[in-house]
T-cell receptor, first 111, second 115 residues
Framework: GQNIDQPTEMTATEGAIVQINCTYQ??????LFWYQQHAGEAPTFLSY????GLEEKGRFSSFLSRSKGYSYLLLKELQMKDSASYLC????????????FGKGTKLSVIP | EAGVAQSPRYKIIEKRQSVAFWCNPI?????LYWYQQILGQGPKLLIQ????????DSQLPKDRFSAERLKGVDSTLKIQPAKLEDSAVYLC?????????????FGPGTRLTVL
């Protein structure tokens, strides 16, 4: 089975940096996704990590350690519009591939 | 490029009634997914199609839920009869080929309330 853990809620200040952690236990791991979901909207893709290390994309970076079953999403220069839920999702399987999502971390950015 | 379309956006029904949701994926996408997202949780995969064949329906409550993807394009998800615990947002997503790193594109979802 799959088990994915991430904090339920976080609060950070506009302009600051925040790190959202995700730990997972899974079989048949292929890679790890991060999605952003604003309230009442569909999830949108942020990043995908398949190898260990840091992937940087503008203000957002994502890190993966396969041996530790650990990932984090780093958001820099926080803006009010970054207030959203951030979903960690593990890709697993062979032949056909499925995503298993964590419960999401609700980030509130305050002035 | 048009995104994933879903309808209706909202539906309110009473328990034991039936309901159907429709999804039109991004043109050319071979893989289509239906997810259930209960408030405060992440999406849970219900069923995954590759073209018009089912590749995973292990979490679909088959006694009440059914889905089809005729001709490998549009898809319909049906619940019959509905229960109170089916209240959730039903998200449809599609990806180009269903590979392990393929980005999934989500539709706006259908918010179902069962009274």
């Amino acid at each position: 089975g799959q088990n994915i853990d991430q904090p339920t809620e976080m609060t950070a200040t506009e302009g600051a940096i925040v790190q959202i952690n995700c730990t997972y236990q899974t079989s048949g791991f292929n890679g790890l996704f991060w999605y952003q979901q604003h309230a009442g909207e569909a999830p949108t893709f942020l990043s995908y990590n398949v190898l260990d290390g840091l992937e940087e994309k503008g203000r957002f970076s994502s890190f993966l350690s396969r041996s530790k079953g650990y990932s984090y999403l780093l958001l820099k220069e926080l803006q009010m519009k970054d207030s959203a839920s951030y979903l960690c999702a593990v890709s697993s399987g062979a032949g056909s591939y499925q995503l298993t999502f964590g419960k999401g971390t609700k980030l509130s950015v305050i002035p | 490029e048009a995104g994933v379309a879903q309808s209706p956006r909202y539906k309110i029904i009473e328990k034991r009634q039936s309901v159907a949701f429709w999804c039109n994926p991004i043109s050319g996408h071979a893989t289509l997914y239906w997810y259930q997202q209960i408030l405060g949780q992440g999406p849970k995969l219900l069923i995954q199609f590759q073209n018009n064949g089912v590749v995973d329906d292990s979490q679909l409550p088959k006694d009440r839920f059914s889905a089809e993807r005729l001709k490998g394009v549009d898809s319909t998800l049906k619940i019959q009869p509905a229960k109170l615990e089916d209240s959730a947002v039903y998200l449809c997503a599609s990806s180009e080929a269903g590979g392990p790193g393929d980005e999934q594109f989500f539709g706006p979802g259908t918010r179902l309330t069962v009274l």
